[in-house]
C-alpha cells in the first residue's frame, strides 16, 4: 500500500518567527496517522522547525551532491542527515528554471541523499509549450529514467515522485483532474517500466500546481494521485490543514 503524503514547500519565504509560529500551528492541529506530512523548510530554519515537529516530519529544498569540502555555501545531504532530518526535494522546476539545475545534476543529488536513506521527494514536469507541442510525455519519461538512473529497485522505496506541471506553479491554473490522473497513470507506466509493477504501484505520486483547499479533494480523488505539493497554501496553517484532511 502506498502512502498518503501532504508536502509543503515554504520555497524562499518567511522569517524566522513565522516559521517558527507557523510550524507550531500545524503540529497544534492532529494529523491523520495514515497520512504522512513534511514541510520543505529554508535550510537555515531546519533545526528550529525540526524541534518543533513532532507528528509533521521536516525536509529542506535544496542541497548539492558532494558529501563535504570547499563548496562555499552549500549544504550536503550528509549534513542534513547529521541534524535528524530525513526527507529532501529534488528536481524542483524553480532549480531548474532559475538555477540551471539538468536531470544530471538532479540524478547527482537523489543518488547522494538516497545512499543514506533519506526520502527524496523528486519533482517532474512540463512547461506549457512543451505541452503544447506534445512532447510532455517525452520530457517526463526522459526526467524520470535521467534522474533516477543508479537508483537500485530496493532503493525506490525511498522515492516519492512529484509531478508539477510548470504552467500550473504559482499560477492559479491547475491540472484538471483528467489531466493529473493521466499523467500520474503514465509516470507509474515509466516506473514500471525501468523497475516493475510491484514498485510502480508502491511508489508515492504527489500533484503539485496551485493546489488548493477549493481543489484538493477533486485532484486527490484520482486513483493514481497519492498526495500533493503544495507552495503557496503551505504558507497558511489553515490552508494547509484543509488539504491534509482532504487526503484522509
Ligand atoms: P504552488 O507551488 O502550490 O504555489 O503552485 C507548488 C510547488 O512549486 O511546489
Redesign the pocket.
Known sequence: MRKKII?G?W?MNLTLDKATKLTKDLEAQSIPQETEVVTFVPSIYLLPCLSLSKQSKIGVQNFYHEKEGAYTGEVSAYQIDSTGAKWVLTG???RRQYFGETNEDVNKKNLSAIALDLTVVY?IGETWEQREKDQHFKIIETQISEGLKGISASQMKSIVL?Y?PVW?????KTASPEQAQEIHAFIREIVAKIYDKNIADDVSILY?????PGNAKEIFSNADVDG???????LVASDFIEIVKAIS
Do not use: R, V
Open positions: 508536502a514547500n520555497k524542483h522546476s524553480e519533482c512529484a508539477e500550473a506553479i504559482g499560477t492559479g503539485g500546481g496551485s493546489c488548493k500533493g505539493l503544495i507552495g503557496g497554501a503551505s
